[in-house]
């Protein structure tokens, strides 16, 4: 059974910075690109990031280059999300993806962990 | 970036109720097009990848149609489990794109 599980969420003030990970089991991970997908508070869903199953290549949406880096350990089964220069927009539930054999389609996720920058 | 403009953004429907949501595209993404459903405090699932295909273990009462910049998601005959928020997603170019949703609701 396919199972992600969302950690590293907290409480941050604006400017700091968090990394999140995603432990993955149930699949064989390095063949599966992984996302991140973000959702505020009673709104709706946002791609934030995603990483080839290798992890040689890495995609952004466009507001967030440069402050988010994505990355995995294929060895330990882990996807992060290192987040920098935190604003309050970014406060949001994250959740982990797994996509399906058609790239794109993420058919496996996390329950998400809970990000809030504020002062 | 692809927009995903999705309607009607709310709606309020019975059991046993046909319903249709459409999602248009900014441009031509061809077929690459998934929907979602989302309960409250729960992780999305995917229902419909591809426009048309539907994912394992979702009712046949879910069905997608549509290529090109036009799409709709019908629920055939709503059933009390869907009442639900539904999201269109476009993997035709990156970044991917999520439309803004559509929250069914009970009438």
């Known amino acids: 059974e396919v199972q992600l599980l969302e950690s590293g969420g907290a409480f941050v003030q604006p400017g700091g910075s968090l990394r999140l990970s995603c432990a993955a089991s149930?699949?064989?991970?390095?063949?599966?690109?992984m996302s991140w997908v973000r959702q505020a508070p009673g709104k709706g869903l946002e791609w934030v990031s995603a990483?080839?199953?290798?992890?040689?290549?890495?995609y952004y949406t466009d507001s967030l280059k440069g402050r988010f880096i994505i990355s995995r350990d294929n060895s330990k089964n882990m996807v992060y999300l290192q987040m920098n220069s935190l604003r309050a927009g970014d406060t949001a539930l994250y959740y982990c993806?797994?996509?399906?054999?058609?790239?794109?389609?993420?058919?496996?996720w996390g329950h998400g962990t809970l990000v809030t920058v504020s002062s | 970036d692809i927009q995903l403009t999705q309607s009607p953004s709310a709606l309020s429907a019975s059991v046993g109720d046909r319903v249709t949501i459409t999602c248009q595209a900014s441009q031509d993404i061809t077929n690459s097009l998934n929907w979602y459903q989302q309960k409250l405090g729960e992780a999305p699932k995917v229902l419909i990848y591809?426009?048309?295909n539907l994912e394992t273990g979702v009712p046949s009462r879910f069905s997608g149609r549509g290529s090109g910049t036009d799409f709709t998601l019908t629920i055939s005959s709503l059933q009390p489990e869907d009442f639900a928020t539904y999201y269109c997603?476009?993997?035709?170019?990156?970044?991917?794109?999520f439309g803004g949703g559509t929250k069914v609701e009970m009438k």
């Open positions: 997603q476009q993997y035709g170019s990156l970044p991917l794109t």
């Open positions: 993806a797994k996509d399906s054999v058609v790239q794109g389609v993420m058919n496996h």
């Open positions: 990483v080839s199953g290798s992890g040689d290549k890495s």
């Open positions: 149930g699949f064989t991970f390095s063949k599966f690109v």
């Open positions: 591809g426009s048309s």
